[in-house]
């Protein structure tokens, strides 16, 4: 077996997986719903020790440095809440958890833009737009999130399984159609070298 020959099956095999767990996604998705939680809910608390662990770098205002304090925390808070609620709450606990998700977003959106401001009195053009782009994205979600909480996190996971399910697809589909022109090609050169040496005789 060739090199190439290896390549097409380990993506025909990853192909196959991605295709599966899109389905399972798909055909769970109350059950991923809480992963999709568990994720967010370590992400916030990833970036809320992020955040308290940049305090000591803080050059801006003292107001800038208590608003990143507090988002800090409560990023952290909310990390943990999110994590714990989506393990051992029900559903109507897991409402109540995005609402609170998209209550933080706002109080982010209102630091991002004020660190904006900050950013641009003091002439830090680069990190101005970095926090003007940041305040926009946790706004938006913040105003979906506060539209349809439960039903925002359904559409998220199916899409997320629609995305599986058509990149594995595409593989699998790919794959197949390589190892089949591969396996014809290598048949009509056997056919030829077995014409050739015949000719021969």
């Not at 909310?78 to 606990?93: D, K, M, P, R, S």
């Amino acid at each position: 077996m060739n090199t190439r020959t290896k390549g097409l099956l380990k993506m025909l095999l990853a192909g196959a997986v991605i295709l599966a767990v899109g389905i399972l996604v798909m055909t769970h998705t109350d059950s991923f719903m809480k992963i999709v939680m568990i994720a967010a809910g370590i992400g916030t608390f990833v970036d809320g020790l992020y955040t308290l662990n940049g305090m000591k770098k803080w050059k801006y205002t003292d107001a800038t440095r208590t608003l990143a304090m507090i988002k800090g925390i409560e990023s952290v808070a909310i990390g943990v809440a999110a994590v714990l609620v989506a393990i051992f709450a029900a559903e109507t606990a897991l409402t109540v958890m995005v609402y609170i998700f998209a209550i933080g977003l706002v109080f982010s959106a209102v630091v991002a833009f004020e660190n904006a401001a900050t950013a641009s009195r003091f002439g830090i053009l680069e990190m101005r737009s970095h926090f003007i782009v940041e305040g926009i994205i946790a706004s938006l979600v913040a105003i979906i999130l506060f539209f349809r909480p439960v039903e925002t996190l359904y559409k998220v996971v199916q899409i997320l399984a629609i995305a599986l399910m058509v990149i594995g697809g595409t593989l699998v589909i790919v794959s197949v159609i390589a190892v089949f022109r591969k396996t014809s090609g290598d048949s009509t050169v056997i056919v030829e070298e077995a014409e050739v040496v015949e000719d021969k005789k």
